[in-house]
C-alpha cells in the first residue's frame, strides 16, 4: 500500500505529461480502427490532449514545488510556465499541418506521434532534474525534431536539410553529454542537479579547470539548440530546405514543420539553459555571463545583418530567428533576480505569437501561389487585403514597432538588461532591432507595390477563394496569432506578475 500511494503522489506530479501520452495511444488505437480518409479524429485527439494538458497547468498554478520519482523530476512554476509556452506552440502548430499532410498524402497517424512526441519531450526537459533525464529528454525532442524535418523523404532538399540536421545534431549532443559526464565526475558521481552542486562544494573542484570544460561544452549543445552564432548552420538550410510538393505548382510550398521547430526548440533549450547555468554554475557566474554575452552579440549582429540580404521568406527568417534569441539571452544572463527572468518569459510568449503568425501567413501564400520568394509579395495588399494585413501586424511586431506586443516585450527586455548592468548588450540589442525594422519594412512595403514584370509567372493567378476546411484552419492560426502580437501588449502588468512568480 505505502508504494501504491507513493506511485499516485509521483505520477500526480506528470498528469499533463500523462494526458500526452494517453493522447499518443488513442492516436495508434484510432489509427488501426478507423478510415485513413478520415482525418478529424486525428486532428480532434492531437488538440483535445494538448488543450487539457494546458488547462491541467493552469489549474495547478502555484501549488508548492515538488521533487517527485527519486528527484529526477521536479515540478514548479518556472517548468510549469515553459511547459504552457511549449503546448501552446504545439497548439497553433497544428491547424497549420492539415494541407500539408493533404499535399504530401502522408501518413496523419506518424505526423502527430511525432508531434505530440516531440511536445512531451520538452516538457520532460523542462521539469527534469538529474543528467539522466535531462539528455533522454533532449534526444526525445530532438530526434523527432530529426524525422519531422525529413518527413517529405521524396523531396531532395528535404533530404539535404535533414542530414546536415541529423550529423549537427548528433555532433552537438555528444559534445553536450561530453560536458555532463565532467560535471558527474567533479561532483563525485552525482547526477541530480543539486545534489551536482553540493559535491562540487565537497570536493573543491568548483573552480578547477574540468568546470571550464564542462561549462563550455555544455554551452556548445545548448547554442545549437537555440541556434546561436557559431552553431546556427543548421538552421538556415532546414527552415529552407524542407518543404511539401504542391500539386498545382512545381516549387516547394512552406512548411509548418519549420514553425514548429522554430519556437519549441528555443523554448525547452531555453528552459534547459536556464536551469544548468543558474544551479550548477552559479560559482562561475561571471564566466558564462562573458560566454553568453558574447554568443548573443555574434547571434544579434549577425543573424540580422546577414537577413537584410535574403530573397527567401523562410531563410530570412531563419537568420531573423538567431537575431531574436540573441535578445533572449539577454533575459537569462540578467535572471539573478525575478525581473531578468520574467523579461525573457514575457517576449518568449510573444515571439510564439509573431513568428507562428508570420509563418501562418507564408504558408497560406505559399499553397495558393507555390512561392516563398519575397519578391513575389508584391502587390499582395491589391489581391488579399487581410492577408497581406496579418503578416503586417507579426512583421512590425517582431521588429519591436509600437504599440504593438513586439515593442513592449522588447522593452522590457532591454530595461530590464540595462538595470541589471548589461549596458553593452542592451545597446547593441538596440541597434540590431532599428537594423531589423528596415528588412521588415521592406518586406512590408513590397505588399503595397504594384508587381513587376520580375514575378513568377503563376503567381499573376493569385486565387483568394479558400473553402476548403484546411485552409480555414490556417486561417484561424494566423488570425489568433495577429491579433495577440498587435494587442497583447496591453496586458503586459498581469503577464509580468505571472512570470515574476516563475523566479527559483
Known sequence: MKELNLLLFNGNSIFPEFILIFGLFLLLMTDLISDQKDTAWFYFISLTSLVLSIAILLFRWGEEPMISFLGNFQTNNFNKIFKILILLCSTLCIPLSVEYIQCTEMAITEFMLFILTATLGGMFLCSANDLVTIFVALECLSLCSYLLSGYTKKDVRSNEATMKYLLMGGASSSILVYGLSWLYGLSGGEIELQEIVNGLINTQMYNSPGIWIALISITVGIGFKLSLVPFHQWTPDVYEGKGARHPLFDSNSPTPVVAFLSVISKVAASALATRIFDIIFYFSLNEWHFVLEILAILSMVLGNFIALTQTSMKRMLAYSSIGQIGYILIG????????????????????????????????????????????????????????????????????????????????????????????????????MSVISIYYYLKIIKLLMTERNREITPHVQNYRISSSSISKNSIEVSMIVCSIASAILGIAMNPIIAIAQETFF
Do not use: H
Open 332 to 431: 537569462i544572463i540578467d535572471g539573478d533576480s525575478n525581473n531578468g527572468y520574467a523579461s525573457m518569459i514575457t517576449y518568449m510568449l510573444f515571439y510564439i505569437f509573431m513568428n507562428i503568425g508570420t509563418f501562418a501567413c507564408i504558408i497560406l501564400f505559399g499553397l495558393r501561389t507555390g512561392t516563398d520568394n519575397i519578391r513575389d509579395y508584391a502587390g499582395l495588399y491589391t489581391k488579399d487585403p487581410f492577408l497581406a494585413l496579418s503578416l503586417t501586424l507579426c512583421l512590425l511586431s517582431l521588429g519591436g514597432i509600437p504599440p504593438l506586443a513586439g515593442f513592449f516585450g522588447k522593452i522590457y527586455l532591454f530595461w530590464c538588461g540595462w538595470q541589471a548592468g548589461s549596458y553593452l548588450l542592451v545597446s547593441i540589442g538596440a541597434l
